[in-house]
Structure formats: C-alpha cells, structure tokens
C-alpha cells in the first residue's frame, strides 16, 4: 500500500471514528437517563458486554453495541498508522493517544455500580469519548481536510492570540459543560429542578453549592464566551467564511443546548429529551474543535500574510453593528410593542415588559440588518444609505448576514423562554415578512410594496398583545390595522423627497411610477382611512370617550396635513408630515393607555 492510500485509509477511518464517537455521546445521553447508575450491580452490568444477552434495555444494548464499533474502528486507525505512517510522528502520536482513550473507557465501564465510583466512571467514559471526537477530527484534518489558511485576524499579533486564547477557553468550557452534565446524569440528580433554570427553589436558587450550582455557572459562563467569541469573529474586516459559519452555527445550536435542557431540567426521565441534549453540546464541541484547527492554521500563517489595512476599534465595531439595526426603527417599533402591552388587560409585569422589549429590539435588529444585507447592491447609489456599514465597506456583506441571523434567532429563543412561544412565532412572522415578502420580493417589484409590506411593522403590538394574554383578540387586530393603514402616508411622504434615490436604484416607489401628485392623492385617501381605523377601537372596546377625543384631534391633524399638501400641488409639507407621522403614533397608543388609567 502506497503511502497516499495510507493516508487516505486512515483519514477515512478516523471521520468513521468522529461519527461514531458522536453518536456514542448522543446514546451515552440516553442511556444515563433511562438507567442511571444506581439501577446497575455495576456500571459493567448494565452496558457492559453481558448486555447483549441479559434484559437491559435496547437503548443500552445500542449503546453497546456503538462503543463496541467506536473501540474496533480505534483499533484499525491504530494498526493503519503503525504499520503505514510510522514515520509520521503526529500521526503516531494522535494514534497512541486515541488507544489510551480507548482503555479509559474500558477502565470507566468495568468500575464496580452502585456508589460515587461508578457515576465517575460513567462521567469519564463520556470525557473520553468527547476527547476521541476531538482527536479523530484532528487526525482527519491533517490527512485529508488540510483547513486552509485564513488571514483573518493577523492584522495585529496580539488580536491572533487573543482570538486563539478566546476559542481555547471555549473549546474549555464546553468540554466541562459535557462533563458536568455526564456526572449529573449519571448520578441520578437531573430530575431534581423544581424548573429551569431554578432548581431546588426552596433552598438553592439559580447558583447553589452543588454539582447542580457548577453546572449551571459552567453552562453560563460557556454561552458568555460563546457571545465574545462571535462578536470577535464579526468584527474582523475580511472574516473567513469557515470561521464565521462556523460561530453562527454554535449559537444557534447552544441556544437548542439550552431550550432542550430547560426540559431536560424539569424532572423528565425522556431519554430522547436527554439525548438531544447531549447531542446539542456533542455537535457544539465537534464545531469548536474545527474552529480550533481553524484558527491554529492561522496563527501558523499569520507571519507570511500579514495584512496592512486599518483594523476597527471595538468602539468601531460596535457603532457600526448599532448602525445596521436601525435604533430609530426599533424605538418605534418598542412603542408600539409597549402600548400594547399596557393596554392588553392587566398591568404587566416590568420583567414581563422588559423582557418582551429585548426579544422585539433583537428581532427588530436582526431584520434590519438583513435588510441592509440583501440591499447592499442599491444602498451604494442612494444618498440617504450610501454611508451606512455596508456601501463604505466598514463592515463585509457576511457579518452583517450573519449577525442579522444570530440576533433573529436569539430573538425567537428569547421570546418563547422568558415571555410565551404565541409572542415568539409572531416576532418570527414579522422578521420572515419583513425580510422574505417586502425586501426581496415586494420592494423591487410593484409599487405597492410599502402597502403590503406595511404589515411586516404591525407584527410588534402583536407580539405585545400576545405577551400580556398569551392570544390574539379583535383589539389587537385593530393595533395592528393602525400600523398598516398609518404605514403608506408615513413612507411616502419620506419617498417624496427621495424620489430620485429610488429611480436610479430602480426601486418602483410609488412616486417614481405614478408621480409626485398621485402619491399625494394616496397619502390623503390613506390618511382619512387611518382616522377612520382608529375610532374602530371604540365600539371595540378596548377604549372609551377621551381616546376618541384625542384619536379625533390627531386624526384631523393628520388628514389636514395630507389635505394641503395634495391641494397645494407641491410636497413642501412632505417632511413635516413625515415627522408628524413618528409623532402621530406614539400619541395614539398614549392616548390609549391614558384612556385606561383614568
């Protein structure tokens, strides 16, 4: 056998060793749930060889029956190397380490059942499997992946080292978060939470004494360094797209970590519940161990690729991801959330409503920056975007799609953990609306789009609604009717004087297609249809006589503006309107939540 064949043979046998490892991990997490140690004379007795004949359980025949391939899989890795790639001495050495893992994990299966040996037994057989993982990954990089070099970060030394010292930390505390999972598990204590993340509520509170205290200070504390690691990673000016899917993916799939063991933690003995949670942390460790090839390779080639452009501050850096999410937008959007809220039914609770804002400003963030994403191509012809992150090249088109992305996504977790699951799928709806139906479709197609795509902003008094009652009733309807009416008149008469913006981004605004004094007819007839939307909430019943008195002055306000306008054949009150527009809707809900206080 040529020594290319070698190699291949044993970067395919160490990718079969990777898998493998993992799914051990995934039916060790089963098989500690529906077993545990105590049930077993001897943690050998309950997944050790004698299993394949005895009354155990299939789970733990599977788990069996998965170590078994795991170990002789090891074992031909092993062979291959010393007999093919001697010469090799990282090769041999990842080998013999592989087969000393091997017999801990044999040495962890046979230690005597019943007591603290054999939960140390069943944590250590995990450890090592999760060190096999690691390892077979590395063998399978320098055969065959070979991680290209990435020059990403090596703009300043220290910056590499920090980042190299940040992802080893991680990779750190996700291994102990594994860890301390295998031992709670294995000893039997994962059912004792009264509920997530409050364990024993009466004594220990959220950070306690105990191996269930370490675990939950581990799980923080690998989640903050999951956030350093990501806001590193998306702040580099020319980030490696393996480097930045891989960070985006860790997020998403820790924040599963932890929904699954909020479950996990409330006394359930569902072994697939467990399992999932051990795979989640699985596939996190996989990922980081890849990000760790990753970044060695580039501190390796950080000497020869050196890059000579200026490299944003963190300051910088935070600015500019601020300014991708559009803070005017979010406010606005809070206040609607919030207005809904205090007008819904009982008085919230400030945690509710505090809560409720920081899942909508991450949702409202995260489409917006999306939304910066997929217009990078026309925001560079538009004096009103050409200086936002994106057109002055301050931030790639990949940060930005992946920090839009990431703050989604912790939007959603967000909202179903700590509000309700019906606020969450409705913040979902408005994000996939706004970015999907007006963004990419709507906005360079017809010249309705701001029409249609105006429900994509009524989503929020939704998703505040829906946090306070946990439903949608015919008042938070009418909110959202408001929103979509008050959306057309709002942005066109902004349009009116940007017109010329959108023509030469071939964007089919409704003042580039039908002109000047049509759009200030539609913003009329769109303004008398808002006045009329919100004296609905009356007969509703969600408001009383001093609502539609001041619904009634703003509304006249509001249609007055419009009315000259058009009748003046000019768009001189165009950016008046437009600011009395911002105005118009906070002083309604305002006008709503007065109504129910007096």
């Known amino acids: 056998m040529s020594e290319s064949l070698a190699r291949t043979g044993v970067s395919r046998l160490a990718f079969a060793v990777a898998i493998l490892a993992f799914v051990l991990i995934v039916v060790t997490g089963a098989d500690l749930r529906t077993t545990g140690t105590d049930a077993c004379a001897g943690w050998g007795d309950c997944s050790g060889w004698s299993s394949l004949t005895s009354d155990s359980s299939a789970i733990g025949r599977l788990h069996l029956t998965v170590a078994g391939l795991t170990g002789l899989a090891t074992i031909a890795l092993v062979a291959l190397t010393w007999l093919r790639l001697r010469d090799d001495s990282r090769v041999v050495r990842a080998a013999g380490v592989a087969l000393a893992l091997i017999g801990v994990q044999i040495i962890a299966v046979i230690l005597p059942g019943g007591g603290s040996a054999a939960t140390w037994g069943a944590t250590a057989h995990l450890a090592a499997t999760a060190l096999l993982l690691a390892l077979a990954l590395y063998l399978v990089n320098i055969m065959a992946w070979q991680i290209p070099h990435s020059t990403t970060l090596t703009t300043h030394g220290s910056l590499t080292r920090h980042y190299r010292a940040l992802v080893g930390w991680s990779v750190a505390a996700i291994f102990a978060v594994l860890v301390s999972g295998a031992y709670l598990t294995a000893a039997g204590n994962a059912t004792e939470c009264g509920g997530?993340?409050?364990?024993?509520?009466?004594?220990?509170?959220?950070?306690?004494?105990?191996?269930?205290?370490?675990?939950?200070?581990?799980?923080?504390?690998?989640?903050?360094?999951?956030?350093?690691?990501?806001?590193?990673?998306?702040?580099?000016?020319?980030?490696?797209?393996?480097?930045?899917?891989?960070?985006?993916?860790?997020?998403?799939i820790f924040a599963v970590e932890i929904v699954v063991g909020a479950f996990s933690a409330t006394g359930s003995d569902n072994a697939f519940i467990s399992a999932t949670h051990f795979g989640a942390a699985g596939l996190s460790w996989s990922l980081l161990v890849i990000l760790a090839l990753a970044t060695s390779a580039t501190a390796v080639a950080a000497p020869a690729t050196r890059v000579s452009s200026t490299r944003l501050t963190i300051g910088e850096a935070a600015r500019d991801y601020l300014r991708v999410t559009k803070p005017g937008i979010i406010v606005l959007l809070l206040i609607t959330t919030v207005g809904a809220m205090l007008v819904a039914g009982p008085w919230p609770s400030i945690w509710l409503v505090l809560a409720?804002?920081?899942?909508?400003?991450?949702?409202?963030?995260?489409?917006?920056?999306?939304?910066?994403?997929?217009?990078?191509?026309?925001?560079?012809?538009?004096?009103?975007?050409?200086?936002?992150?994106?057109?002055?090249?301050?931030?790639?088109?990949?940060?930005?799609?992946?920090?839009?992305?990431?703050?989604?996504?912790?939007?959603?977790?967000?909202?179903?953990?700590?509000?309700?699951?019906?606020?969450?799928?409705?913040?979902?709806?408005?994000?996939?609306?706004?970015?999907?139906?007006?963004?990419?479709?709507?906005?360079?197609?017809?010249?309705?789009?701001?029409?249609?795509?105006?429900?994509?902003?009524?989503?929020?008094?939704?998703?505040?609604?829906?946090?306070?009652?946990?439903?949608?009733?015919?008042?938070?309807?009418?909110?959202?009717?408001?929103?979509?009416?008050?959306?057309?008149?709002?942005?066109?008469?902004?349009?009116?004087?940007?017109?010329?913006?959108?023509?030469?981004?071939?964007?089919?605004?409704?003042?580039?297609?039908?002109?000047?004094?049509?759009t200030r007819k539609m913003i009329l007839l769109y303004s008398i249809l808002l006045l009329g939307i919100t004296l609905l909430v009356v007969p509703a019943g969600a408001a009383g006589w001093l609502y539609l008195t001041l619904a009634t002055a703003l509304g006249l306000i509001f249609v007055g503006l419009a009315a000259k306008m058009y009748v003046e054949g000019t768009s001189r009150l165009a950016w008046r309107l437009f600011k009395f527009s911002n105005y118009y809707l906070t002083l309604i809900l305002a006008a709503m939540v007065l109504d129910r206080a007096v």
């Open 196 to 252: 997530w993340p409050i364990c024993d509520t009466s004594t220990a509170g959220i950070i306690s004494a105990d191996a269930h205290g370490l675990h939950r200070v581990v799980v923080v504390g690998a989640a903050a360094l999951l956030v350093t690691l990501t806001v590193q990673t998306l702040r580099s000016q020319r980030p490696s797209r393996l480097r930045t899917g891989v960070v985006s993916a860790l997020v998403a």
């Open 356 to 518: 409720t804002m920081l899942g909508g400003a991450l949702a409202s963030g995260g489409a917006s920056a999306l939304n910066c994403y997929f217009d990078r191509d026309i925001d560079p012809v538009m004096a009103r975007t050409r200086k936002r992150p994106l057109p002055t090249g301050r931030l790639t088109p990949a940060q930005v799609r992946n920090f839009g992305l990431i703050l989604s996504a912790l939007a959603i977790v967000e909202l179903w953990l700590l509000v309700n699951p019906l606020a969450a799928l409705l913040a979902l709806a408005g994000n996939v609306f706004y970015v999907m139906i007006y963004t990419r479709w709507l906005k360079r197609t017809t010249p309705q789009n701001i029409v249609i795509g105006g429900a994509a902003g009524a989503f929020p008094p939704l998703v505040g609604w829906a946090a306070v009652t946990g439903t949608i009733t015919l008042p938070a309807l009418l909110l959202f009717a408001i929103i979509f009416y008050w959306t057309p008149p709002h942005f066109w008469s902004l349009a009116l004087l940007k017109s010329r913006d959108y023509e030469r981004a071939g964007i089919p605004m409704l003042p580039v297609t039908h002109g000047a004094q049509y």
